[in-house]
């Protein structure tokens, strides 16, 4: 079975929908111009810890960075960044583009969390229906959005916390120019690690550059012990980090001081961006 890509009708383009498309890419170029790098924060599966790991990686380096960090929650229907980083609306909109809310330690954050009224879910305006044939498109779109019209400013690092799955670091990987690679979050299990590979082997075919991986919840630190117990079977860092020839970047235990455990592993992340 084969399909028609857009390319391929032959018919005059009435709605100029490459056109637009076009413009929006130039817009996203842009706007990131100032923006020394962009990383994407992925998993494979939910429930690894990856956006709390993105919040407190963001953190972790905003000391190191002396143009500041930016954080772009890309989870449209599950935003959780922006309250893991004390950000909240609303949104200023200028002439030229809608600020960003500031967090702690001066982040610069995006989220859906600053558009979606308390306690609804996000929702598309068009034919119930239908909703299956246009929703990918409409989220797609609206990540071009958050990154064409969105005043970032100057920058050293923004991060894009990403919904589970491969498709957010392929779609985005051919959306942002220049951008600086992704890392890949995972817990130690077997099933994890099987489900993050995935991930990582579809953003690599799709020419993203892997820097690292994160391995959460490692084990159970002890507070009142010091000692670091399993929290999960399995090896999966060392197991990805080996399989796809890249640093190790961090295994972090499960801690009560998340901020803690989380800046052992900002002078890895840096190093690598380096």
């Known amino acids: 079975m084969s399909f028609r890509t857009y390319f391929d009708v032959p018919d005059a383009d009435r709605s100029a929908l490459g056109a637009q498309i076009a413009e929006q890419r130039r817009r996203v170029a842009a706007r990131l111009a ?7 924060v992925m998993s494979g599966k939910g429930g690894v810890g990856k956006s709390y790991l993105t919040a407190a990686l963001a953190r972790a380096i905003v000391g190191q960075t002396p143009s500041g960090v930016g954080v772009l929650d890309a989870d449209l229907r599950s935003p ?6 004390q950000a ?4 200023s909109v200028r002439d030229d583009g809608v600020c960003p809310a500031v967090g702690v330690d001066g982040i610069k954050v995006m989220s859906t969390e600053f ?3 308390e ?17 990918g498109s409409l989220e797609v779109g609206t990540l071009r959005e958050f990154l064409s019209d969105v005043l970032w400013g100057e920058l050293d690092v923004l991060l894009i916390d ?27 299990s077997e099933e994890s690690r099987a489900s993050v590979g995935r991930t990582m082997g579809a953003a690599r075919e ?11 919840m490692s084990g159970y630190r002890c507070d009142g012990c010091a000692a670091t117990q399993p929290l999960f079977p399995g090896n999966a860092g060392v197991q990805l980090a080996d399989e796809f020839h890249v640093e190790l970047l961090g295994r972090l235990p499960f801690s009560l001081d998340g901020n803690l455990t989380a800046g052992l592993l900002g002078d890895a992340f840096m190093k690598v961006l380096a």
Not at 121 to 127: I, S, T, Y
Not at 168 to 185: D, K, Q
């Open 119 to 135: 306690g609804k879910p996000l929702e598309w305006r068009g034919p119930t229906q239908e909703r299956f044939v246009w929703r």
């Open 34 to 40: 100032k923006v020394r790098r962009v990383v994407l």
């Open 115 to 117: 558009l979606l009224a």
């Open 88 to 91: 909240s609306g609303p949104l």
């Open 162 to 188: 990403l919904p589970p799955g491969a498709d957010g670091a392929v779609e985005l990987g051919g959306l942002i120019p220049n951008l600086t690679g992704a890392v890949a979050v995972t817990i130690p």
């Open 80 to 85: 959780t960044v922006a309250r893991l980083l």
């Open 206 to 216: 799709a020419g993203i550059r892997l820097l690292g991986v994160i391995e959460n």
